[in-house]
């Protein structure tokens, strides 16, 4: 069976190149997991394409330019395989574009980056229990002890971005 991931957008944009503060390790490491994603692993995606708009916001669908934006060519190409692409259900709460039911109403996570929950929630959502990589992200460092607890497996690409 494929390993599954979650994919942070800060890590496509690091293997662009467009994240300044990422050093030159970092984004190999960016470069790497993205390229064993395509190679071997499967993508975790929401039904309500939060994930593959905020991809969008920051990427080229055409593939050009840099690895990210190829990664986001290959993640559009392969929404629809079964195998390399689960689409998970997600329940917004209200209005809100970044309330989900699935993520974990604790008050440890209270304060977590509202941009980032549906990764989270759909880590928590997926069949597959999918790794969440990240790159240069803080928030998912200082939290990542309560993000475990609940259930969610952080894989930290740029360890020495996190002090």
Not at 26 to 36: H, I, K, N, T, Y
Not at 39 to 64: F, M, P, T, W
Request: glycine residues 4%; charged residues 25%.
């Amino acid at each position: 069976m494929r390993t599954a991931f979650v994919v942070d957008v800060n890590v496509v944009i690091v293997a662009n190149g467009r994240a300044d503060h990422a050093d030159h390790a970092c984004v190999l490491s960016c470069l790497d997991a993205l390229e064993e994603i395509k190679r071997e692993g499967v993508i975790v995606l929401d039904n309500g394409l939060c994930i593959l708009n905020e991809y969008k916001n920051h990427l080229s669908l055409a593939g050009q330019s840099g690895v990210g934006d190829a990664f986001m060519k290959w993640v559009w190409e392969h929404q629809a395989v079964a195998d390399r692409c689960e689409r998970v259900v997600l329940t917004p709460i209200g209005n809100a574009a970044d309330e989900f039911a699935e993520f974990p109403d604790v008050p440890e996570l209270r304060d977590f980056d509202r941009s980032d929950r549906k990764y989270v929630a759909v880590a928590l959502a997926s069949q597959r229990n999918p790794v969440v990589l990240n790159a240069v992200d803080r928030d998912w460092w200082n939290h990542r002890d309560a993000l475990e607890h609940n259930g969610v497996i952080c894989q930290f690409l740029c360890l020495q971005h996190m002090s």
